[in-house]
């Protein structure tokens, strides 16, 4: 699915006699450290050609078992070993992830080191696809192939689930590479028509339904939002729809993600050091569509119907004003409070659309507001809903996922502060509480029948500090792997 060159990965029950470089774990008991998944062939190798037990060696050269702190031992007959911390010795499969990934980030800064062998006695299929995601995302690299070419993950577990497990994590890892490869293209190359005709590639590998409305067919369908906001750009906008309807399917699932490819604030102008990184403001719709084809690529019993409002926010004399009045595809007007609050507009229209076909659950995903990131930092994921049910099930895949996700309320008084006394309502509130409000204004385009939950993912979405564990520096495909837990979860 990805155009992304990953490594390849396989099972292997044992380490086999030219394993590259060796990946092993030094975790945490409640009175050591202990080495995991070093062969005892090998540790009695080690000991003989060196006179010490390799963790020992690994210890006093500044490893330990803190999750991700990684030393290289020099091993007999030149095997080099890397040594990463797991944390406590009872580990979760997020715990594995990320140490595998901050295991393999370093591997592939090593010279010669084109394979590397991943010993960490993972059994369970928590684990495994855990550390499998880990290595995968831990040596994506954009534009360019890892310079890793193949991994291979040891686990004595035989059975089928194994191998379920790891074909879960590669079309997982998979998505999440073209999410990122997406997100971190610069606008001039990744603007509404390349990205549909991207989605169109996507779609025919993933043999996917797909339907793309251009200006034409936006103004013929009333989608009086997109146009707005894609107004003042010389590159008009869309909207995707990509649809996965396997036969046996009892649950329809519709994912709508905000694809604003450059936000420059419109005429409500951004500063220049925030608008640098806004070609990373239509990640919800890489997400939402990247995740649509790895659910599609694993065959799960369960409908998805996934919209990409795309559009370019651009200043110039065709651009929408504060203060017009736009009528939506629903037939709402809405006062246009900031045209930097532009996401919203978009995925009005989209969740207006996708309403119509009554699913069981509706999720949009955005990089919405900067409220979010006020209130949750920039590595944890809002989300909101108008029942604690749908959250709670949200909440559960994220946790399952690895990924990190807060309920933040959509309070009553939310809804008042968006009154207008020249429209049906106004797209902002007031300084107070940004993001609750932006999630009351999208609750007014899906119908109330609808299960319905808002992720802002405004914060995690692009790394602008450091690599770390299987995280790069830029993109990061943050709810690519809830929206696939999700999926999995719900499939019958």
Known sequence: MSNVALPSITLATAVGKDPGVLVIGLAETSNDQVLIGLPDDLAKGYTKAIGRELGEMAISLGGSSKNGKTVLVAGPSGLRVLVVGLGPI??????????????VRVV???DGASTVTISLETSEPGLIKGAAEGALLGAYSYREPSGISAITLVSANRKPEAKQALDLAVSTANAVATTREWVNLPANQLYPETFADAI?????????????WDEKALEKD???????????????????KLSYAPRGAKFHLALIGKGI???????????????????????????????????????LKIKVTAWGALAENMPSGSSYRPSDVLTM???????????????????????????????NLVIDVATLTGACMVALGENVAGLMSRDDATADLILDAAEAAGELFWQLPIPEDAAPKLESKVADLRSTGDKY????TAAAFLSRFVADD????HLDIAGPAFNTGSAHDYTPVGATGVSVRTLIALAHALAN
């Open 90 to 103: 009872d580990v979760t499969a997020e715990q594995v992830r990320r140490a595998v990934g901050s295991a």
């Open 108 to 110: 592939a800064g090593l």
């Open 200 to 212: 169109r590639n996507l779609a025919k590998a993933a043999k996917l339904d797909i339907e793309v």
């Open 222 to 240: 009333g989608m009086g939002g997109i146009l707005a906001v894609g107004g003042g750009s010389a590159r008009k906008p869309r909207l995707v």
């Open 261 to 299: 490819t450059f936000d420059s604030g419109g005429l409500n102008l951004k500063s220049s050091d925030g608008m640098y990184t806004m070609k990373c403001d239509m990640a919800g719709a890489a997400s939402v569509l990247a995740a649509t084809a790895a659910i599609a690529e694993l065959g």
């Open 329 to 359: 595809y629903n037939g709402l007007t809405v006062e246009n409070g900031n045209s930097d609050a532009e996401g919203r507009i978009v995925m009005a229209d989209a969740l207006a659309k996708a309403s119509e076909e009554k699913p």
């Open 433 to 436: 509480g940004g993001a609750l």
């Open 450 to 453: 609808l299960a319905w939950a």
